[in-house]
């Protein structure tokens, strides 16, 4: 049965720093792997998807990059601002017909 | 461009009380539909994916059903509402071909008391 796993569970950091936020899976058969945004009381908001065959994505200061080997995943966050703070949850699709499966999130807060 | 639709927002219902939610996605054709539960302290599960009219799968055995009586047209429902069936309910999508990004709406807040 595949589990996601994120650490670290919340994140404290001030405004400017460069972030990591990791994202580990057991079952290394995965079609893709999505890092979301969530906000307070809203939807989710996809940030990057990562195909299988794929090591790496870009969006601007966000880089995803997927080790399919290890079972792992990291979200980098360059230079942080305020408005990144939010909870960000990673998912796998393997189960077939994009079934994800989800992180419980890392809670980011960037102050100022 | 495409966009997603959930309702009610918010939802208070007593114990024993029928449920239905709606969830429509504009500006796609076919899509893969999806419910999502998000409960206070846990993590997002999957509930129920369809890939066409009135085909619907089941992922986790509960209390809740859902029906997709037109394409783009995603209902959640349940004949009699639990204390746990309290949470946040995301409606989800997918253009169905390959592995595709996935795409989620606002979300229903539902408080059973």
């Known amino acids: 049965k595949q589990e996601v796993t994120q650490i670290p569970a919340a994140l404290s950091v001030p405004e400017g720093e460069n972030l990591v936020l990791n994202c580990s899976f057991t079952d290394s058969a995965i079609y893709n792997l999505q890092w979301f945004r969530q906000d307070p009381g809203k939807g989710l908001t996809s940030l990057l998807l990562i195909q299988s065959s794929q090591r790496e994505q870009t969006s601007g200061r966000l880089n995803a990059s997927l080790d399919k080997s290890s079972g792992r995943s990291t979200l980098y966050i360059a230079a942080s601002q305020p408005g990144d703070s939010a909870t960000y949850l990673c998912a796998v699709s393997s189960g077939g017909y994009n079934k994800l499966i989800f992180g419980a999130g890392t809670r980011l807060a960037v102050h100022p | 461009s495409q966009t997603i639709h959930q309702w009610p927002a918010t939802l208070v219902q007593p114990v024993g009380s029928p449920l239905s939610l709606e969830c429509t996605v504009e500006g796609t054709s076919n899509p893969n539909l999806y419910w999502y539960r998000q409960a206070a302290g846990r993590g997002l599960q999957l509930l129920f994916y369809?890939?066409?009219?009135?085909?619907i799968s089941s992922e986790v055995p509960q209390n809740l059903s859902a029906s997709r009586p037109q394409d783009r047209q995603f209902i959640l429902s349940s004949k009699k509402l639990l204390l746990s069936d309290s949470g946040f309910y995301l409606c989800?999508?997918?253009?169905?071909?390959?592995?595709?990004?996935?795409?989620f709406g606002p979300g229903t807040r539902l408080t059973v008391l």
């Open positions: 989800a999508w997918d253009s169905g071909v390959g592995t595709d990004t996935q795409y």
């Open positions: 369809s890939i066409g009219i009135d085909q």
